[in-house]
């Protein structure tokens, strides 16, 4: 079974940065691709990036290109999303997710383990 805990965020301004992070237990941390999500009020779990289990490799939705970064440290069990210039429609619920294919997805049917989430605010 795998452990999935993130953190990091947190009520902020809009246009400045936050940094999320996932911490990941129970398994081999680098046999997993790992994705964040989110989910805003009302709203369907949207993809916001993945990235390789070497992360040598990334994916990013559209809307935050250009704007967020996902890393990972494999001897950390830890992976990163950066997020600066945040905006407004970022405010969302951000949720990281573990599976065990080769590549990194953007669908979200993919990932079979998932963190509680952490809420992030954007305000205006």
């Known amino acids: 079974q795998v452990q999935l805990v993130e953190s990091g965020g947190g009520l902020v301004q809009a246009g400045g940065s936050l940094r999320l992070s996932c911490a990941v237990s129970?398994?081999?941390?680098?046999?997993?691709?790992m994705g964040w999500f989110r989910q805003a009020p009302g709203k369907e779990r949207e993809f916001v990036a993945a990235?390789?289990?070497?992360?040598?490799?990334?994916l990013y939705a559209d809307s935050v290109k250009g704007r967020f970064t996902m890393s990972r440290v494999n001897a950390k069990n830890t992976v990163y999303l950066q997020m600066n210039s945040l905006k407004p429609e970022d405010t969302a619920i951000y949720y990281c997710?573990?599976?065990?294919?080769?590549?990194?997805?953007?669908?979200?049917?993919?990932?079979?383990?998932w963190g509680q989430g952490t809420q992030v605010t954007v305000s205006s």
């Open positions: 997710a573990a599976d065990q294919r080769f590549f990194p997805s953007p669908d979200v049917s993919t990932y079979d383990y």
């Open positions: 990235i390789s289990r070497s992360g040598g490799r990334t």
């Open positions: 129970g398994r081999t941390f680098s046999n997993y691709i």
